[in-house]
């Protein structure tokens, strides 16, 4: 059977694309912590959606009170990126003991939104450009809250321990 002229075009792009991509995945191959890195922040993405728009439902639609909306919103969001990270970015590094993973999964992100808390308060506090401009200190925090709950989380949680107890 012959093929079309539209799917050789297509088999050519597609062609093109790994070769264009092979030294990219070349690279995340020779290292796992820049791939699991790239992950993790891809799942953040999710879960800060997750967390806004849980609060925003929570909040306007069903007229919870700001701070029980936020708890809700967060537990939420540690949930979804809990097991997106478990299935996808720690993947061979998820053990079979899901309650200890997800008991210390929820304290490293716990401790990393204190982490994201101070640094904003301490780059208001230190910074006139940051009290200008709070989105900046809000950056920083979440920065360095990430890097903690990165290094923590695939250290600390996903370590692959099933026999660790709960």
Do not use: K
Request: contains cysteine; hydrophobic residues 50%.
């Amino acid at each position: 059977m012959r093929r079309s002229a539209p799917s050789l075009e297509l088999a050519r792009r597609q062609a093109a694309a790994r070769q264009l991509s092979a030294p990219l995945a070349r690279w995340f191959d020779r290292r796992p912590a820049s791939r699991e890195a790239l992950a993790f922040a891809c799942v953040g993405s999710i879960g800060f959606a997750v967390d806004a728009g849980g609060l925003m439902l929570l909040f306007h639609a069903l007229g919870w009170g700001h701070y029980p909306a936020r708890g809700a919103s967060f537990l939420i969001a540690v949930s979804v990126t809990w097991y997106l990270n478990r299935t996808w970015t720690f993947a061979q590094r998820a053990g079979s003991n899901r309650r200890r993973e997800y008991t210390v999964y929820f304290l490293v992100q716990a401790v990393g939104a204190g982490i994201n808390g101070t640094v904003y308060a301490l780059g208001l506090a230190l910074s006139p450009t940051m009290q200008a401009f709070p989105v900046l200190a809000l950056a920083l925090g979440s920065i360095v809250a990430m890097a903690f709950n990165f290094v923590a989380t695939r250290h600390l949680a996903f370590t692959n321990s099933a026999d660790l107890p709960a």
